[in-house]
């Protein structure tokens, strides 16, 4: 991201420098292959050029040499450039809707329309917003998440409506994240959570998408049944003890080689890389992760008592302790804070082991 090494390849066998033909070393933030191209974006040649975007012959990576944006008078297999239209640098790409979305730093947001060197352009698809940091922008499946100031939002409502408010994902918890100018974005397809960690702060905000389908489709109500009670968030606020702080210096998605699951790692300044998903009830095996979880909003009855009735569920894998503490105009109230124990599951036989079935 910070363009420190020419661009690599990887074989099978060997990493080593991309051997293309531009004659010059070859720089690039971002890399997607779309259409049976490597398309590259953010790139330096010998000049820096941010705002570029170059993608090469169809089929062949290494043939990047082009002078030419896409015309008639090129081959249809042949490479070309493109030019983002607002001439900002470019802060994210992703694959998203059958497109490829591009996103300029403090611009808008670009969709790469055409299908051959004829015809490939670059459109506005969304001026309300643009990406705040190199990697705030991460399909999730059926949608994409796009960390901008201040908040998170979905692009398929933005696809299918335009600019409407449904397309905040962030509104349960955008009084606590007002202050987050640039953010990092990591999608756990094995937990289906979103994972955002605002730059500086030593939080990591986790999206549970089950929970967020659950109450677009009606299956869980954003307020419970008695009308007056909380509001269901998809949101946990997540905070370590551990000295990594939830500050990583790279965030990535890859393949556990153990188990050959997918999984979120991340590294540390300091060379170390951590599994998100560890066994046991501690990460890095030292320091427990704490979850904050903010309900919605409780509806008080004038001048009269009242009971407060609510639901905690949780894994029984390992055992927990939680904290509720009640906040009326953004401060705690009350004598103190609510403390329960949630106990782990009873150790549970498997067969051949040495305790009995």
């Not at 398309?39 to 941010?50: E, R, Y």
């Not at 299956?219 to 551990?242: C, D, I, N, Y």
């Not at 998605?253 to 890389?273: F, H, Q």
Request: aromatic fraction near 10%; hydrophobic fraction near 40%; glycine fraction near 10%.
């Amino acid at each position: 991201l910070n363009k420190a090494s020419v661009v690599k390849k990887w074989n099978g066998t060997t990493f080593e420098n991309l051997n293309h033909d531009l004659g010059v070393d070859f720089y690039a933030k971002y890399c997607r292959v779309w259409d049976e191209r490597a398309i590259f974006a953010n790139v330096t040649a010998g000049t820096a050029t941010p705002h570029l975007v170059v993608a090469s012959e169809i089929g062949d990576a290494t043939d990047l040499s082009t002078t030419d944006r896409p015309s008639s008078s090129l081959g249809l297999d042949a490479p070309w450039f493109l030019p983002l239209p607002d001439l900002r640098a470019i802060n994210g790409m992703e694959m998203a809707f059958g497109q490829l979305l591009i996103s300029t730093s403090r611009g808008v947001l670009h969709k790469l329309t055409g299908t051959t060197s004829f015809d490939y352009a670059l459109e506005v698809f969304y001026v309300g917003s643009s990406a705040a940091g190199d990697e705030a922008m991460v399909n999730i499946g059926n949608d994409v998440a796009i960390g901008s100031a201040a908040r998170i939002e979905s692009l398929a409502g933005i696809e299918a409506f335009g600019d409407v408010a449904t397309n905040d994902l962030s509104y349960w918890i955008n009084p606590v994240i007002d202050d987050v100018t640039s953010w990092t974005l990591v999608y756990d397809r094995q937990c289906q959570c979103l994972m955002c960690f605002p730059l500086n702060k030593p939080e990591c905000w986790v999206l549970h998408k089950t929970v967020l389908e659950q109450i677009r489709q009606g299956l869980l109500s954003e307020q419970s049944q008695q009308g007056a009670g909380p509001f269901v968030s998809p949101w946990s606020k997540w905070t370590t003890a551990h000295a990594m702080g939830f500050m990583p210096s790279c965030v990535m998605p890859m393949v556990n080689p153990l188990t050959g699951e997918d999984a979120v790692y991340l590294g540390d300044s300091i060379g170390r890389i951590f599994l998100v998903n560890g066994g046991g009830g501690q990460d890095g095996g030292s320091a427990d992760i704490t979850v904050v979880r903010r309900s919605g909003t409780f509806h008080l009855p004038y001048a009269e008592m009242f009971d407060i009735h609510g639901t905690i569920l949780y894994a029984t894998e390992c055992a927990a302790t939680v904290t509720r503490t009640f906040i009326y105009g953004g401060t705690a109230f009350g004598e103190q804070a609510i403390t329960i124990s949630l106990p782990a599951a009873d150790g549970v036989a498997v067969y051949n082991s040495t305790a009995s079935p």
